[in-house]
């Protein structure tokens, strides 16, 4: 039971890039999924969610950071989840993490550091640089 992350890469400012996240051993249903990253020399913060949970399914979050440039979406029938990149900014370097928590969607789960997290990823490097 595991989650994979990749697509990561190194790109110029303004460019773009998908990562995936690829569950293998279940099924994501009744998870909220969610992307979280962390900058060298600061804490982890979460990036975007979206939930999987029957009463909460397809709600999703954006951190102010990323919104209007970043979407997540999911492929149900693959167990995937994906974070589609654009605009990229230097400030968005970091390593991009996929985690996944057994619950409805939570703000705090979503807008925090996924520390409650029952599934991680290994992370993907993002480098945004001229």
């Known amino acids: 039971v595991q989650l994979q992350a990749s697509g990561g890469g190194s790109v110029q400012p303004g460019g773009s890039l998908r990562l995936a996240c690829q569950a293998s051993g279940l099924s994501l249903d009744g998870f909220v999924i969610a992307w979280f990253r962390q900058a060298p020399g600061k804490e982890r913060e979460g990036v975007a969610c979206?939930?999987?949970?029957?009463?909460?399914?397809?709600?999703?979050y954006y951190a102010d950071s990323v919104k209007d440039r970043f979407t997540i979406s999911r492929d149900k029938t693959k167990e995937m989840v994906y974070l589609e990149m654009k605009s990229l900014k230097p400030e968005d370097t970091a390593v991009y993490y996929c985690?996944?928590?057994?619950?409805?969607?939570?703000?705090?789960?979503?807008?925090?550091?996924?520390?409650?997290?029952?599934?991680w990823g290994h992370g993907t490097q993002v480098t945004v640089s001229s």
């Open positions: 979206v939930s999987n949970s029957a009463s909460t399914d397809g709600i999703k």
């Open positions: 985690a996944a928590k057994r619950s409805g969607y939570s703000y705090y789960y979503c807008s925090g550091s996924g520390t409650d997290s029952n599934l």
